[in-house]
């Protein structure tokens, strides 16, 4: 059964503080994404990245970066936590192609106070 | 760049009435387009897709037909059931050399009453 897994579920964070949401695939595809989704925005892309260290921004890269050393995790950094980053984070993964379906995570419901 | 404009909700219906909802698309060259679907508390998953012009995605009692000539892919379906009631959402994956860009729409909730 192919998995796209995220590390948390929830997650409180201060502030200004250093965040890390982490994803993982074991289908061996080539393309990550990180997508937020806001009530009425729908998702919207961050950043994705097409190959491992190789990344390109999306729609609303900042204050966030990411990370791919390996081809099968995908990080997203929150460098300094502001309280519009709460949302909720969704990881996604393709293979290489035009016929290819995207397999998502659970999503990570992040909360800044 | 490349967008997906579809149509907001939310939309209900009574069960076994007709669902549409309206997908169009902006984008260079020759995208595939999806529809996802995200129940209740889950990730979103593939409904489904066409690739080219003219194809019709179908699954579930879903359709959908790729139209080049109106930048369309709407979203059908003849009688609609309390178990369909979710977040659909229209998106658009470009493939421009060795990268895939996947961009989706807003999501159209559908709320299907008994």
């Known amino acids: 059964d192919v998995k796209v897994t995220q590390s948390s579920r929830y997650l409180v964070k201060r502030t200004g503080e250093k965040v890390f949401l982490e994803c993982v695939q074991d289908m061996d595809h080539e393309n990550m994404f990180w997508y937020r989704q806001d009530p009425g925005l729908g998702l919207r892309l961050i950043y994705f990245s097409y190959d491992v260290k190789m990344k390109e921004k999306g729609d609303i890269p900042e204050g966030y970066s990411v990370s791919r050393e390996k081809k099968e995790r995908f990080s997203l950094i929150l460098e300094s936590a502001s309280t519009n980053q709460t949302s909720m984070y969704l990881c996604?993964?393709?293979?290489?192609?035009?016929?290819?379906?995207?397999?998502f995570g659970q999503g990570t419901r992040l909360t800044v106070v | 760049g490349d967008s997906v404009t579809q149509m907001e909700g939310p939309v209900t219906l009574s069960e076994e009435a007709f669902l549409t909802i309206n997908c169009t698309y902006t984008a260079t060259g020759y995208p595939s387009l999806f529809w996802y679907v995200q129940y209740p508390g889950e990730g979103l998953q593939l409904l489904l897709k066409?690739?080219?012009?003219?194809d019709k995605g179908s699954n579930k009692g879903f359709e959908a037909t790729y139209r080049k000539e109106t930048t369309s892919f709407h979203l059908e379906k003849g009688s609609v059931q309390v178990s369909d009631s979710a977040v659909y959402f229209c998106a658009l994956l470009n493939y421009g050399g060795a990268t895939n860009k996947l961009i989706f729409g807003t999501g159209t909730l559908l709320a299907v009453q008994p």
């Open positions: 996604a993964s393709t293979r290489g192609g035009v016929n290819t379906e995207a397999f």
């Open positions: 066409a690739t080219k012009a003219d």
